[in-house]
């Protein structure tokens, strides 16, 4: 089981929830949730990248708007998260990964990120920003950022059925990150990998889940 740890970044101070491997770490990485904050889905991605053998952390973006704000999945939750992320810049989200990263590196540890949706987002900063590997689910607002050379290894998941994320969006990315890994699932709509709301599409999460994992044994370790 995980733990919560106070992180003291130029924004702000937010709490972050830690887990560790019973062995050896082989590397690890920061978590960057959605636009519902930090939800149980995200302390139940540390424990299972725990299990894999990273020390994961996920740290509450949104305490710096609010301490302890978790939306519901809801469009109520929805107009909220998309407020609150706004409010919330995404330069202080790269701060607040930034810190979470350094305090991982201080543990002795190669780092990377992986987000998700919004964190998707923060997920390429760290990698263009800070020199990150990073992983990005189903980002909707990375197209203003692809021009931002890649500061380390890069892989982008998206699911076929996602409006905000359309053909041509995707190309962008194959066309404006050559060097990073693309893949994109048939029958997978946005946040195919939240674990149990009804987009939840497990074969396309399992099958992404184990391409990150391989990315960061390999450039992690």
Known sequence: MGDWHTLFTPCGAVQAWLAKPEGEARGAVVVAHEIYGLLPHYQHLCERLAQA?????APAYFDLIEPGLVLGTDRVGSNRGRA???RLGLDCAVDVTETAADFLAD????????GFS???TVALLANTRLGLPAVS?????NLPFLNEPAGAPLMFHFGALDVAIPPEAIEQHRQKQPQAQVFVYPGAD?????DPDPPWQPEAAALAW???LEFFTEHLS
């Open 107 to 114: 543990l002795g540890h190669k780092v990377g990120v992986v």
């Open 190 to 194: 946005h946040a195919f990998n939240r």
């Open 210 to 212: 184990q391409r990150s």
């Open 118 to 120: 919004w964190g998707g």
């Open 137 to 141: 689910y189903y980002a909707t607002r």
């Open 53 to 57: 053998g990273f020390i994961a952390l």
């Open 84 to 86: 609150t992320v706004d």
